[in-house]
């Protein structure tokens, strides 16, 4: 059994559409915590550093203009696997190829607003959770 940690954002789109709630219950309801959370909304400088591994590439600036559009809800999960598990929650990227029941089939509006970001490896997890979390923010239990 492996406890992990995974970064998950609600995005901007799904903050504006009173979704935090519903997201966070699908969350719990997979058997994931919520270990740390809050509220920030992202400078241009902390959303191009969060998602640097995408500079260059055509959506780049458009996924920059979207994620400083407006607040965003920030979590630290905690659970089994939850890396796999969380991704398998989110859904595929593009909501026509997410499966049904996935959090980005059901609330996603298009590639771009596509409610959820989880991380992809463990890698990116650590980087992701020291990016917008201190390790006393970090409430494991
Ligand atoms: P995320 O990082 O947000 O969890 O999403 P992901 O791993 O499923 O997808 P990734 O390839 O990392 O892309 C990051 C975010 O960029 C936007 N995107 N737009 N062709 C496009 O217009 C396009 N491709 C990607 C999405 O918001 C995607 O989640
Ligand atoms: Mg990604």
């Known amino acids: 059994m492996t406890i992990e940690r995974t970064f998950s954002i609600v995005k901007p789109d799904a903050v504006e559409r009173n979704l935090i709630g519903a997201i966070y219950q699908r969350i719990e309801s997979a058997g994931l915590k ?21 500079e260059g590439k055509p959506f780049y600036d458009d996924l920059v203009a979207f994620m400083t559009s407006g607040p965003v809800m920030v979590q630290v999960l905690e659970g089994e696997n939850a890396i796999a598990r969380y991704r398998e929650l989110m859904g595929k990227t593009n909501p ?37 979390f201190a390790e006393d923010e970090i409430c494991p239990r």
């Open 96 to 132: 026509e190829e997410a499966a049904c029941g996935t959090l980005r089939a059901d609330y996603a509006q298009s590639m771009r607003l596509n409610s959820v970001h989880g991380s992809d490896s463990p890698v990116s997890a650590a980087r992701e959770i020291a990016y917008f």
């Open 34 to 54: 919520i270990i740390a959370a809050k509220m920030v909304h992202l400078s241009e400088d902390k959303a191009k550093g969060f998602y640097a591994e995408h």
